[in-house]
């Protein structure tokens, strides 16, 4: 059974603390993806990868990086937590197939909130 | 760009009711089309696709037609259980970009 693993169902972190969420897929996908989900929002691309060491800016990067070491690993970074970034953060992974589009596959989801 | 534009929710039905979730979208070339469904307190997980016009994706009593002359992909299904009570998300994969509508938020009463 394919598996996207958050490492934490849900977070409490202090404004200012350094974050990091973690996303392993045991797939062999190439992409990778972060993904807030907010009431009336919907999902929001933070940031993608398409390759080790590769990252591409999503729609809101902003008080966000990522790291991505390994294929199989892809780190979403709060680098100094803010309470407007308490939210549902959604990891992903697909596939990547010339001139296919191909389906995501979802983490369970970590609920941050920021005091 | 891309984009999704879902019916707007919350949506309650009795059970055993008729389900229809709008969903259009507009988009460049040729791109597949989705429905993800999200479960309380879960992740998103794929419910059914369709990758080209006319096809019809299907799983667990739902169904979706992908329409190109309407760019719809209107989510149905026949008689709906208390167990479908989730929120679903049209999207759709162009180019590896993926672009998901807003989610419609499904309760179904006993």
């Not at chain 1, 897929?25 to 999902?43: A, I, T």
């Not at chain 2, 059914?48 to 019809?56: F, H, N, S, V, Y």
Request: hydrophobic share 30%; proline share 3%; with cysteine.
């Amino acid at each position: 059974d394919v598996k996207v693993t958050q490492s934490s169902r849900y977070l409490v972190k202090r404004t200012g603390e350094k974050v990091f969420l973690e996303c392993v897929q045991d797939m062999d996908h190439e992409n990778m993806f972060w993904y807030r989900q907010d009431p009336g929002l919907g999902l929001r691309l933070i940031y993608f990868s398409y390759d080790v060491k590769m990252k591409e800016k999503g729609d809101i990067p902003e008080g966000y990086s990522v790291s991505r070491e390994k294929k199989e690993r892809f780190s979403l970074i709060l680098e100094s937590a803010s309470t407007n970034q308490t939210s549902m953060y959604l990891c992903a992974s697909s596939f990547a197939r010339q001139g296919l589009n191909t389906e995501a596959f979802f983490g369970q989801g970590t609920r941050l909130t920021v005091v | 760009g891309n984009s999704v534009t879902q019916m707007e929710g919350p949506v309650t039905l009795s059970e055993e009711a008729f389900l229809t979730i709008n969903c259009t979208y507009t988009a460049t070339g040729y791109p597949s089309l989705f429905w993800y469904v999200q479960y309380p307190g879960e992740g998103l997980q794929l419910l059914l696709k369709a990758t080209k016009a006319d096809d019809k994706g299907s799983n667990k009593g739902f169904e979706a037609t992908y329409r190109k002359e309407t760019t719809s992909f209107h989510l149905e299904k026949g008689s709906v259980q208390v167990s479908d009570s989730a929120v679903y998300f049209c999207a759709l994969k162009g180019a590896g970009k993926s672009t998901f509508g807003d989610g419609t938020t499904l309760t179904v009463k006993p």
